[in-house]
């Protein structure tokens, strides 16, 4: 009985995958809910799990093709009879027993013995060496032990570009036995042409700029582009921007920071206080809150919050959920739970499925202004930046306050301006004024 591998549902508005790695061979043993297969989206990588005990009998999808969810995968034959000849050629297996192992044991004491008696009769002499002869039948009884590499063997590994390390790993050459033409040795695709016998003639906008690099682009970067490019063209996206006095929120946080940690083992950060105020919002205008499906709008009476989270894969957006309930020790540790494992690579489906609406920072990168692009099928994203000291009019006078602006990006299908500029004015005076987040108004 065979049982077929299936690309699985990958969460909301993923269709499609990319074959990033084959976990198992075509023919290899596997138990079921092993990991068999590794796909990769334009927002994580899952591993796909055997559905059964059993052999992959067969590979449908090579390395780099694109599949749909769904599709087939390969196969596993879970037949028992293959199984259990399997487990029975196991249990039948006896490792070869070593030829010579008494002449050995016997050729190791008479060395010994040996080295023993030129060190009786040379005590005063600090080193003795060993014999040619002698080191030969050592090195043949130690045949099987590991000979740990001295520093002068060690070889440092040539730098590669990440072109010419594609190529040479495509055509299977070796990269250390390559003298780089690059600067400080560095290996170039070029010098993996020339050593398969091809080496192109310089291009007219390398004669005139200096070398350059084309390097495909991977499924995860084509995949981010293509939905940005799709939130920009379906839906009639338009920015409001306010600024925001972060005083009181400061003056508060450091007041309370220590005492907040000591309790719950956890920073005090600025975006608990931006998720609070956001939900706040968003239960005063439900549209910035909703989405469009087909010709339906979906209001939703629950709020789960998008935190867009930067790692070296690209951006990521896990999902606070149920915000709503969360204090702000909730919302501290969650955020760094799944911070810690969007950048440890170990970000799951589930953990990005079901936002309602959407937080981003660009502040901690140093952005002063910014209009953020929608997380589709989400209909609004909110923009944080840095916090800059800036002079202000307070009553009649010029003070100098910590000043963050906001921008609001909103789908106009469904938002009307009004709504957005209500909901990022409640977002202002809830930051400027942090009580009201206690008294939920």
């Known amino acids: ?259 907040f940690k000591n309790n719950y083992s956890v920073k005090l950060g600025f975006m608990s206080f931006f998720v609070k105020a956001c939900v706040i919002g968003l239960k005063n205008f439900p549209a910035i809150n909703a989405e469009i499906q087909n010709d339906e709008i979906v209001y939703k009476n629950y709020y789960n919050i998008s935190i867009a989270v930067g790692t070296e894969r690209g951006l990521v957006v896990p999902v606070l959920r149920e915000t709503d309930e969360m204090s702000f020790a909730d919302i501290e540790k969650n955020i760094g739970r799944l911070g810690e494992k969007a950048r440890d690579g170990k970000i799951t489906i589930d953990d990005l499925q079901g936002g309602t609406f959407t937080i981003t920072n660009g502040g901690i990168y140093g952005s002063m202004l910014s209009t953020p692009i929608l997380n589709p099928p989400q209909s609004a994203v909110l923009g944080m930046h840095n916090i800059i000291q800036r002079p202000v009019v307070v009553d009649g006078n010029v003070e100098v306050r910590p000043i963050m602006y906001l921008a609001l990006s909103y789908d106009h299908r469904i938002i009307d301006g009004k709504e957005a500029v209500s909901f990022l004015k409640i977002v202002k005076e809830s930051l400027e004024q942090p009580k009201r987040l206690f008294l939920n108004i």
Not at 46 to 71: D, R
Not at 119 to 133: G, L, N, S, Y
Request: proline fraction near 5%; hydrophobic fraction near 35%; charge should be negative.
């Open 1 to 259: 009985m065979s049982d077929k591998i299936i690309v699985p549902t990958l969460g909301e508005s993923v269709t499609e995958a990319t074959v990033s790695k084959w976990l198992k061979s075509q023919g290899e043993k596997v138990l079921a809910d092993e990991p068999i297969v590794e796909l990769e989206t334009d927002k994580v990588n899952v591993e796909v799990p055997a559905p059964s005990n059993g052999f992959l009998e067969s590979i449908s999808v090579k390395e780099g093709e694109t599949v749909n969810v769904g599709a087939l995968l390969g196969m596993i034959n879970g037949s028992d009879k293959e199984v259990s000849k399997s487990v029975k050629e196991v249990k039948d297996y006896s490792p070869p027993k070593k030829k010579n192992k008494v002449i050995k044991e016997v050729k190791q004491k008479e060395i010994k013995e040996e080295v023993l008696n030129l060190v009786e009769e040379k005590e005063e002499t600090e080193f003795i060496p060993i014999q040619e002869e002698e080191a030969l039948v050592l090195d043949n009884f130690h045949e099987e032990e590991k000979i740990k590499e001295s520093p002068k063997a060690k070889v440092q590994k040539p730098s590669v570009s990440p072109a010419a390390r594609k190529m040479a790993e495509e055509s299977k050459i070796d990269v250390n036995k390559i003298e780089g033409s690059g600067k400080n040795g560095v290996i170039l695709k070029e010098d993996i042409m020339s050593l398969m016998g091809s080496k192109p003639s310089p291009s007219q906008r390398k004669i005139n700029h200096g070398p350059e690099e084309r390097i495909k682009m991977t499924r995860l970067r084509l995949t981010i582009a293509k939905r940005l490019k799709e939130a920009q063209e379906n839906a009639a996206m338009l920015t409001t921007f306010n600024e925001v006095d972060m005083s009181e929120v400061i003056a508060m946080r450091n007041q309370y920071k220590e005492e």
